[in-house]
């Protein structure tokens, strides 16, 4: 492959992975913040908080959510938006693009799904809790690339990038669980509508429709309120709406350079402003280079790169805030030694490192699949180790699977200490692997 085609696919991913190791941090800050907050004397109110009723309507038409909710069925309609947006860039362009490309992050994430899930279902025979499966199934990406940003560039690109693809097809998987298994009763009429206007987004794709806000009226104002009225989790409207958007460029690369050097010469041969304003000929070529670049950008990475820090600082820490507060209080041990507190810190810490070890080594003997260039088998095991990193998703699965019960707290007891130690362990293998590289 030629360095510009290289480079052409990585560095949407490097400006990713730069993006998420500062964000990973913010996040830790804010679960911090969280527990530190529901272990105070202001817990009370911490948590009253997040059950004000807040009110949206027109008239006679109106929708009522508590602050929580709007938190995991709103904001975080944005996150999977957004995670649908790097899936597609994914297929279109980057990692997930060919099938041998993708085959091995994506064995390595329905393995890293798979055995979590069954050791939850054996730690939970026969039980109520047994809704809680998905729970140990998804990966945070933000959380664990920001604990790899800690080992600096001694880590191997190839490595991040493997994580980063893991990682994407694992949220996929998670939106697939959400949609199928964590609804309530669903609405036909309500999941027409929502149809009905992804075919119009889809139709304005075909039609060359480029707006932001054609795509954001409809996404949201359409898709996402009618999947929220429709018992499918809202969250899944986004990943389908992102879908939809956009990603071709109206311009070719060889044509985008040749106009652009003929208004760059256009731009100089006028005379020079002795003023700090630009020439009426000047802001005419420079309103000419203005179209071209959107021409040769496409909507899909425009949105990403717009909204991309707005959800890893906004967004993720906010649900992180209102979801990670556990009283300590409240906490005894047989809440931590709870088949649901064991079946998701297990099916995190054991299940994900065994899943995604094994399912990426039986790829490689039985599928001719390889590892990554500069990637060992040592870093795997530490990759595995990330993966077991459930954090937000974990607990936003939790929200879904538990109402407001001891189920509930001891999910989030096992997802924060096993992600914790997931972490933990994860950091330590690279740091000794890349330190010492076999």
Not at 100 to 111: C, F, S, T
Not at 139 to 164: C, E, H, Q, W, Y
Request: proline content about 5%; charged content about 10%.
């Amino acid at each position: 492959m030629k360095p510009e085609k290289i480079a052409h696919v990585l560095t949407p991913i490097s400006r990713f992975i730069q993006n998420e190791s500062a964000a990973g941090m913010f996040l830790l800050a804010s679960a911090v913040a969280a527990l530190a907050i529901s272990n105070s004397p202001w817990a009370a109110s911490y948590h009253h908080w997040w059950e004000i009723d807040i009110s949206i309507g027109v008239g006679d038409y109106s929708l009522s959510r508590t602050l929580h909710h709007w938190i995991n069925d709103g904001l975080m309609a944005m996150f999977f938006f957004v995670v649908g947006l790097e899936l597609k860039r994914e297929i279109v362009g980057g990692e997930l693009s060919t099938p041998r490309q993708a085959l091995l992050p994506l064995m390595a994430a329905v393995g890293g799904m798979v055995l979590p899930a069954v050791i939850y279902l054996v730690a939970n025979p026969q039980s109520p809790a047994q809704d809680g499966w998905g729970i140990p199934m998804a990966t945070d990406i933000a959380f664990a690339l920001g604990i790899l940003s800690l080992l600096g560039n001694r880590v191997p690109l190839s490595i991040k990038v493997f994580l980063t693809a893991l990682a994407i097809a694992d949220d996929l998987g998670a939106v697939l669980v959400i949609a199928f298994f964590y609804t309530s009763d669903i609405s036909v009429v309500n999941l027409a509508t929502g149809a009905g206007f992804l075919a119009l987004l889809a139709m304005g794709n075909y039609l060359g429709v480029r707006n932001a806000w054609f795509y954001g009226l409809v996404g949201i104002g359409g898709v996402w309120l009618a999947f929220l009225m429709s018992g499918v989790h809202a969250t899944v409207a986004g990943v389908l709406a992102a879908l939809a958007i956009p990603a071709r460029t109206k311009i070719d690369e060889a044509g985008f350079a040749a106009r652009l050097r003929s208004y760059v010469t256009e731009f100089e041969r006028i005379p020079p402003n002795s003023t700090s304003l630009l020439a009426p000929e000047q802001h005419h070529v420079v309103e000419k280079i203005k179209r071209l670049t959107q021409a040769a950008d496409t909507p899909l990475q425009r949105l990403e790169h717009a909204l991309h820090p707005i959800v890893a600082f906004v967004v993720m820490p906010v649900f992180a805030f209102s979801n990670a507060g556990i009283s300590l209080n409240e906490l005894g041990w047989p809440d931590v030694a709870a088949p649901v507190s064991i079946g998701v810190g297990l099916g995190l810490l054991v299940g994900k490192f065994i899943g995604v070890v094994g399912s990426t080594w039986l790829s490689v003997r039985l599928l001719g699949a390889k590892l990554p260039e500069g990637m060992t088998w040592r870093h795997l095991c530490g990759v595995g180790c990330l993966a077991g990193v459930g954090f937000t998703m974990s607990l936003f699965i939790a929200n879904l699977a538990f109402e407001a019960d001891s189920s509930l707290l001891q999910a989030k007891v096992g997802t924060l200490v096993a992600s914790l130690a997931a972490g933990l362990l994860g950091f330590l293998i690279l740091k000794r692997t890349v330190a010492r590289p076999s």
